[in-house]
């Protein structure tokens, strides 16, 4: 570096180098500036000035002066690594493996620019390259720990464990026997961890506890190498040397699930299914009732049981389980026990005994079979529970009739607030469920639990400023919004995003789908710090573990949401696009005067309402803007805040495309991304991509309405379609006839027929006689029929596992779908407006239907309403109305 250069002008070289790695940029800069006086076209100084203004957030000038660097001096390894780094800045990470393979074909043996190399092939996942660039590393400098570590891992990361466990070995080999010195104790037991899981992987279990034991006294982690030891001992069948280890962690920790899970394995009491015979029942009721006697405080213990227990014995542990939660007044109660609700029987035991004690406290003041009395406030948490309960079951009116008496008696305890808020969000009423949520975050402005689970409920009623405001009541001072923005409230983002698609925003709505798809970005590039820092500090199974999970990361629920609905946000795009100014100015000149008047009016007050929000959120970012050195802290403007630009894309089924493909990786096994990769291709004109799709959804879940619906749609769609001219149709057609046969429904049958068989086989239910709906206005045009098979579905009672079975098939979300395709597919008011007024009936509560106890319909004499998608309303009081008018 700077070997070209006098002393003088070598030693201020260093300096550069020196003031960068310091993160003393001015220095540097003068530093580099005394040389370009003298040799104004020296390339190495000019790179690394170029790389020292990059920091200092001056890009355009790095890239050119770093450029310019490389020009002067092409065979400088110094300018190809600097280059690189430029690159890597900026993540641009296959530029910048380039830029270090031309810096090594210079200087082959530079270790520094071999580290920075697979750092990045081990970020972008070029695992050949990591394991070359690893063993280069190694072949250089043998003595350093990290070398033999890096390469070891690399041989795991790329598919050979075996050869991992060598390298391991002969590191192990270059050791003294003394090793490690006290200092190093901890990263060397780390790694002795490692490399026995390295055995468990390559299935040398015996050689793995062995190795194990072996190096018992050098692993410092007790409690990892009894967790792996126990786990070993099992699968290699020595039940009761794992027994006896599961015992003795399980004094260590009775509350910890997974060392139950592993003794029951150990006893032979295990099943994955839950499912267990009346001998194997008996056998773990008295494991647990002898671990219950030894373990008095353990949670877990008393748990488990409720699990696989059944009838008289199921009821009595939970009794026991219960009485002493509900004394204490443990709100999650409902939670730990909601999982038993998917077991048949056990709900209708869990309220009947909920009843009895609720009836002992409130004749007796407690519980059944005791002459203690309970103190007050364990009514109130019976009641609490038993309206969770009655929400789980869909029994709103009893569920409200338990929290409103819940609150009678106790009306300082915010869960309740809470819990019925949850009930009427259930029930369809969403502005009640919000200014409940509301009501209970203004009983305690501290909670940031209690603040969110408000500000969701304010999103789910479309009420999006509001529910901005109370978010950002938990923010940072200054440009609040982007504060979420940067605490990564995904949550947030994606109930926002949902609001703005029932409101028909579809910019905003985008803006925030994408905004989760930048975090999800960033928590990628966040791994690359960790690729030297856990090889240094050894933690190695953990490091193989986080990369494991960046691996499935697009597979997480957050991101698929967010990729869902970024896709129909494009797909509604494409099916209307957005319109020109040009197209609205010609629309508005139709318009009568003074409606044209008014329009200008409501555009102008919208505008300047925007601008003053604008202003309030600039004004706020300046005053907060001020670190406590006194420099003020710019944030970049965001040049599109309502995703107006979003909207103006040339190509939707382009940039949905995009995120079908990360479905299509990372969650193939959900049925919405096939739904979805159906509706993109057909538009697209996909055939053979859309067919594709379409027998996933058969193979998945063939009696589902909507795979039904895509089935007939594709044949139908395929039938109307020109004869084909081209060798590329010709070729599609013959795929197309060798598929149909595939289809089991269709076999021997035409569309119409296999629509009337779906139908046949489904006539119960609501959703399934929608689909086949629309399928015969689609073959046969008959809208009278169709309407007619939705009109006459019967809406019956539903077996429930709870005592009272006034519980209806029909649920809201496919009563409100149903009303939708009455209303756009159909385009059938009539029907529409009678579905709605039958659903009323059924769902009293729900404000999309206007319910007669929904939070709109006392409203209604004296308001008038506009409706969203989810139920949720806007009033307009008849007062502004008549403003309006004026």
């Known amino acids: 570096m700077g070997a070209s250069l006098p002393p003088k002008e070598a030693n201020l070289f260093k300096l550069i180098v020196k003031s960068y790695e310091t993160k003393q940029y001015k220095k540097g800069l003068k530093a580099a500036d005394a040389i370009l006086k003298k040799f104004p076209n020296h390339g190495e100084t000019l790179s690394m000035k170029g790389l020292t203004l990059n920091c200092m957030d001056r890009k355009p000038e790095a890239y050119e002066l770093v450029r310019l660097g490389l020009k002067n001096d092409l065979k400088s390894h110094v300018c190809w690594h600097v280059y690189g780094l430029l690159y890597r800045s900026d993540r641009e990470y296959r530029e910048a493996i380039k830029c270090y393979r031309n810096a090594l074909r210079i200087d082959p043996d530079n270790i520094e620019i071999l580290r920075d190399l697979s750092l990045l092939q081990a970020q972008m996942r070029d695992l050949a390259g990591f394991v070359e660039t690893r063993q280069q590393l190694l072949t250089l400098k043998p003595s350093h720990r990290m070398n033999w570590i890096g390469f070891a891992v690399s041989q795991h990361l790329n598919s050979n464990a075996s050869k991992a466990i060598d390298i391991l070995e002969a590191y192990e080999g270059t050791l003294e026997d003394n090793y490690p010195p006290d200092s190093e104790r901890c990263e060397h037991g780390e790694m002795l961890l490692y490399k026995v899981s390295l055995l468990v992987e390559c299935g040398l279990l015996e050689k793995a506890l062995l190795e194990l034991h072996k190096k018992e006294l050098k692993i410092v982690d007790k409690l990892s190498y009894k967790e792996m030891e126990a786990s070993l001992l099992m699968k290699l069948n020595c039940l009761e040397e794992g027994e006896k280890l599961y015992r003795i962690l399980l004094s260590m920790n009775p509350d910890n699930y997974r060392y139950y899970e592993g003794l029951q394995k150990c006893v032979g009491l295990y099943s994955k299914s839950g499912q267990y015979s009346f001998d194997e029942i008996d056998q773990l009721e008295s494991l647990y009732k002898s671990l219950g006697q030894q373990y008095t405080w353990s949670s877990a213990v008393k748990r488990i049981p409720l699990d696989f227990l059944e009838d008289v014995k199921f009821r009595d542990a939970a009794d026991n389980y219960i009485r002493p939660l509900l004394t204490k007044g443990v709100p999650s109660l409902f939670s730990d026990l909601s999982p038993l609700y998917d077991h048949p029987g056990k709900a209708n ?349 058969q193979r998945m879940d063939p009696e589902n309405p909507d795979a039904h619906k895509c089935l007939i749609r594709f044949f139908h769609e395929v039938a109307s379609m020109p004869a084909p001219t081209t060798d590329g149709e010709k070729l599609i057609s013959c795929v197309l006839e060798a598929e149909r046969p595939t289809f089991s429904q269709l076999h021997g049958k035409s569309l119409i027929e296999a629509n009337t068989v779906f139908l046949e086989q489904h006539k119960d239910s609501l959703l399934h006689r929608a689909a086949v709906a629309e399928m015969i206005y689609c073959l046969e045009g008959k809208k009278g029929d169709a309407v007619k098979l939705i009109e006459e579905s019967a809406n019956n009672f539903a077996s429930s596992n709870g005592s009272i079975g006034s519980v209806r098939e029909w649920k809201l979300k496919d009563c409100v779908a149903v009303h939708k395709i009455l209303g756009t597919v159909f385009n059938d008011n009539d029907a529409a407006t009678k579905w709605k007024l039958r659903c009323a009936e059924y769902f009293p509560y729900s404000t999309y239907f206007e319910g007669r106890r929904s939070s709109t319909h006392a409203s209604n004499k004296d308001s008038k309403q506009t409706h969203h998608e989810n139920g949720s309303v806007e009033i307009i009081p008849l007062n502004a109305l008549k403003n309006l008018a004026i």
């Not at 979420?484 to 409230?489: I, K």
Request: glycine share 4%; proline share 3%.
């Open 349 to 697: 035991i869990l309220e009947k005994l909920l009843l009895e004690l609720e009836e002992s406290i409130k004749t007796t003041g407690g519980y059944p079979g005791r002459s203690d009395k309970e103190p007050p406030s364990t009514l109130m948490w019976t009641l609490f529970y038993l309206a969770q309960h009655y929400d789980r079951l869909g029994l709103y009116d009893v569920a409200l009739a338990k929290i409103d008496e819940a609150l009678q008696h106790t009306p300082t305890v915010i869960d309740l607030y809470s819990v019925k808020s949850k009930i009427l969000k259930h029930g369809g009423d969403f502005v009640a469920a919000a200014e409940l949520a509301d009501e209970a975050r203004c009983m305690d402005l501290a909670d940031r639990y209690v603040n969110s689970q408000c500000a969701k409920r304010m999103l789910q009623a479309d009420q999006v400023p509001l529910a901005e405001k109370t978010a950002v009541l938990f923010t940072k001072d200054g440009d609040q919004h982007n504060n979420l923005h940067d605490m990564q409230c995904m949550w947030y983002e994606i109930a926002c995003g949902e609001s703005y698609i029932r409101q028909g925003d579809l910019g905003r709505a985008l803006k925030n789908f994408l905004a989760v798809e930048k975090h999800y970005a960033d928590i990628t590039e966040d791994q690359f710090d960790f690729h030297s820092y856990c090889l240094r500090k050894m933690t190695l199974r953990s490091y193989i573990e986080m990369l494991r999970f960046q691996d499935r990361l697009h597979a997480h629920a957050y991101f698929r949401k967010a990729a869902i609905g970024a896709i129909k946000c494009y797909i509604k795009l494409y099916d209307s696009p957005s319109k020109s100014s040009t197209e609205e100015e010609d629309e508005l000149a139709k318009l009568p005067a003074a409606q044209k008047k008014k329009l200008r009016q409501k555009q102008r007050k919208a505008e300047a309402q925007a601008k003053k929000e604008a202003e309030v959120k600039n004004e706020e970012a300046n005053a907060g803007g001020v670190s406590k050195s006194g420099k003020r802290q710019v944030k970049p403007v965001d040049p599109d805040p309502h995703g107006e630009k979003l909207l103006q894309t040339e190509d939707p089924l382009i940039e949905a495309g995009k995120y079908l493909k990360l479905l299509q990786k990372h969650s193939s096994d959900f049925l919405e991304t096939h739904l979805l990769s159906f509706e993109v291709n057909m538009r697209k004109k996909k055939i053979l991509l859309a067919l594709q799709a379409l027998k996933q959804l």
